[in-house]
């Protein structure tokens, strides 16, 4: 009990962060997680272009908390990993004939006050990349895409719990 009302407490600090200072990342609508939950009419080409947006936003955001606040754990472990994520998707667009976005995200990056605050953001930021994906993996997907998500959803996952234990 008291683990969840640890867990409660950090998300509800998480809400309260993103609702009066935005996320880590300047989300625009119709750019990565939150553009795809907020898309009703989700087509393949749309899918990629959201999922590895989300993938540039958080390899963006954490290369710039590890720049602001030195090489400190999970980021120095994540932002690898999201890197392997950009890498996983691109061969996707080129299969189905898509080209690859370009990588802005470095030009929307809005860093927290605090590396703790930053935590707290990174557990939302997890939390909708997951919910991106339970939408993705929803639709009629090529077995290839199929794979990938749900790897980049168990991936997320994990980072997720790191942030997690961070935050608490």
Do not use: C, W
């Not at 890498?87 to 080209?99: R, S």
């Not at 605050?117 to 939302?124: F, N, W």
């Amino acid at each position: 009990m008291k683990r969840l009302s640890k867990l409660l407490t950090v998300l509800l600090l998480a809400f309260t962060l993103v609702g009066s200072m935005g996320a880590v990342m300047a989300e625009e609508p119709g750019y990565g997680s939150a553009g795809a939950l907020a898309d009703d009419n989700l087509i393949l080409a749309e899918m990629l272009t959201y999922a590895i947006q989300d993938e540039y936003a958080a390899e963006a955001e954490y290369t710039k908390i590890i720049e602001t606040y030195g090489l400190v754990r999970p980021y120095t472990n994540i932002v690898k990993a999201e890197t392997k994520h950009i890498a996983a998707l691109v061969p996707l667009f080129e299969a189905n004939g898509f080209a690859v976005p370009v990588n802005d995200a470095t030009s929307r990056v809005v860093l927290p006050g605090t590396l703790k605050e930053s935590y707290v953001i990174g557990v939302q930021a997890e939390i909708m990349n997951i919910d991106m994906y339970n939408r993705f993996l929803d639709q009629e997907l090529p077995d290839s895409v199929r794979i990938v998500f749900e790897s980049l959803k168990k991936a997320s996952e994990s980072h997720l719990l790191a942030f997690q234990r961070k935050a608490e």
